[in-house]
């Protein structure tokens, strides 16, 4: 399988790959990983978080490889607030499985070569306006 890699550098710049899943099986949201798992030698990595093949986000302080419906206040998962202020919502857990469908991961070693891999955005001119 294939899993997206979101990585992230400190100047808020950002780079998407596809990368095999197996290399992040098992690995828990904060830890950190090298950077020959996606590719960039001389690099390491820290998992931030992520989200499943449904698109449900992963949430660090459940420890669990699946999905749990928890009551949440308004944190990762939960942007709008009821009258109450508390909602049942399902999230994933913070270890990766297979179910896993993206993994956003923070630079904190070798920011240099990541930043090369980022594709430069090509400004177009826009054509001056015809005179009347």
């Given at each position: 399988?294939?899993?997206?890699?979101?990585?992230?550098?400190?100047?808020?710049?950002?780079?998407?790959?596809?990368?095999?899943?197996?290399?992040?099986?098992?690995?828990?949201?904060?830890?950190?990983?090298?950077?020959?798992?996606?590719?960039?030698?001389?690099?390491?990595?820290?998992?931030?978080?992520?989200?499943?093949k449904s698109g449900f986000p992963m949430r660090p302080d459940l420890p669990i490889p699946g999905r749990k419906k928890i009551l949440s206040k308004r944190s990762i998962g939960f942007r709008d607030m009821p009258k109450d202020g508390i909602k049942r919502k399902t999230v994933h857990g913070s270890i990766i499985a297979e179910d896993i469908a993206q993994v956003n991961l923070q630079c904190v070693k070798g920011d240099a070569e990541v930043e090369k891999l980022i594709p430069k955005k090509e400004v177009e001119a826009k054509p001056e306006e015809a005179k009347k």
């Open positions: 399988m294939e899993i997206k890699v979101v990585i992230g550098t400190k100047s808020g710049k950002s780079l998407q790959k596809g990368v095999d899943n197996t290399a992040f099986l098992g690995k828990k949201i904060k830890d950190n990983v090298s950077g020959n798992l996606v590719g960039i030698p001389g690099t390491e990595f820290k998992i931030t978080g992520g989200s499943d």
